[in-house]
């Protein structure tokens, strides 16, 4: 055998030693599954707290809407304006979500820009489908949804990417925010967490959560792939947007953070730095028109 040869062949037995010992290296090792449905959905909620305003490079999306009760209002084009909110994953109560959710929940932080188009005056019945807020006496409303005024998208903070498994499922979360009428108030108190890694240190906070402000459904950015199975959640993927009184105290007053866009259409978009602080809101998962997402 020649000397090229017995390297060649050293070199392979390395690689699959290499891979029988670490078998997430291998070539084949599958992805991840995303997480089912109503189980992720149920357990997604975000605290939006303003930041200062940052206007991103012009950008233009096309749009359409994945979630089977609005599809048939078609698609829109937005041109991103400023920046007003950052929304982050918290824990109720302190109900974390199960294993096997808990480790998607955690890094779902979407950046969101004003946007304008055009009214839809949809019809809505919305039902709460967190355990927390049912078990709270939280009931269905009416209302009617009205013009876009958000595109909130996922992004990271401070250069801490989600896992790749992870990051494939998240990576996919856009939602169009539409104002809400009438503005029903929900009137519970909770008990916050933060759920994501790099703010999970800060302390728990008391808010009440007062009136319904707008309804953040999911939206598809034209140029984006979607694998099947991301596809199949994060279309169900409805969250109501309430005001809250309190906040995050005590805390830092103002909580500075550097934010790099994760859906592959935005992700020539520069690294931004976002200055959170000043009031917040709490989305939280619903239903709409009876069509609950399915178990999996």
Known sequence: MSRRSTLRAFAATAAALLFAVLPGLGPAAAAVPAPPPLPFVSQLDLFCQATDPYTPPPTSVSVKHLNPVLEKLGGDTFRLGTRD?????VAKNGKI????????????????????????????RLSHLNPVVRELGARDTEGVLGTPEQLCVPVAKNGKIPPPDVLRFVQHIDLACYSLKPQ??????????????????LPKFDVRVTEAR?????????????????????????????????GPNPGPAVLTLKLTHLNPVLAKLPVETAKVAGRGQLALPVAKNGVVPPEK
Do not use: M
Request: with cysteine; glycine share 8%.
């Open 184 to 201: 029903d108030a929900l009137g519970i108190p909770l008990t916050l967490s933060h759920l994501n890694p790099l703010l999970a240190g």
């Open 85 to 89: 909110q950052l929304c982050v994953p």
């Open 214 to 246: 707008s309804l953040c459904v999911p939206v598809f950015k034209s140029g984006d792939e979607i694998p099947g199975d991301v596809l199949n959640t994060v279309r169900w993927v409805d969250l109501e947007k309430f005001d809250v009184v309190g």
């Open 97 to 124: 979500p199960p294993k096997g959710i808990v480790e998607f929940v955690q890094w779902v932080d979407l950046s969101c820009y004003r946007v304008q188009g055009r009214t839809v005056e949809f019809p809505l």
